[in-house]
């Protein structure tokens, strides 16, 4: 059994900034659990626009505090994106948010991220993987 807070992720290799100075990501769950997912919670700040497209990886998001426009590129459909609001990239669809005010969400990709991603010039997080354990790791 593994218990861990987001807040003992501050500042460890688990608390990743972007290259873009657009958003920040607690990892609690990573490749290196090796259950099959990942888990995140990713804060993305108010004016600030970041389109993704996640090639190789199907997200779920949770938005729990804030607000964003969500325009799917695929179809060309916006959302409006507030606390409670759930979408899902089950076609790895191609997106942009425009957040209107810090936009916090709770993350779940799968195949799960090592930690080590970030978006390139297309907006994809490569498919990285772990190395096989030798110890189990402490947070």
């Known amino acids: 059994m593994i218990v861990r807070s987001f807040k003992d992720l501050e500042g460890t290799d688990r608390h990743v900034k972007s290259a873009s100075g657009t958003w920040e990501s607690k990892r ?3 490749a290196r659990e090796r ?9 993305l700040y108010a004016g600030t626009e970041t389109s993704m497209w996640y090639a190789h990886h199907v997200e779920a998001v949770v938005c729990v505090e804030g607000a964003a426009e969500l325009t799917d590129h695929e179809t060309g459909k916006t ?4 606390a409670g609001t759930m979408y899902l990239l089950d076609g790895h ?17 799968n195949p799960p991220v090592t930690g080590r991603e970030d978006h390139d010039e297309n907006g994809v997080y490569p498919l990285l ?4 354990p030798t110890e189990p790791e402490e947070v």
């Open 28 to 30: 609690i769950v990573l």
């Open 35 to 43: 259950v099959g997912f990942s888990v995140h919670e990713t804060v």
């Open 79 to 82: 959302h409006s994106i507030t």
């Open 93 to 109: 669809e191609r997106h942009t948010l425009r957040v209107q005010e810090d936009f916090r969400c709770v993350c779940v990709f």
């Open 129 to 132: 993987t772990e190395p096989e």
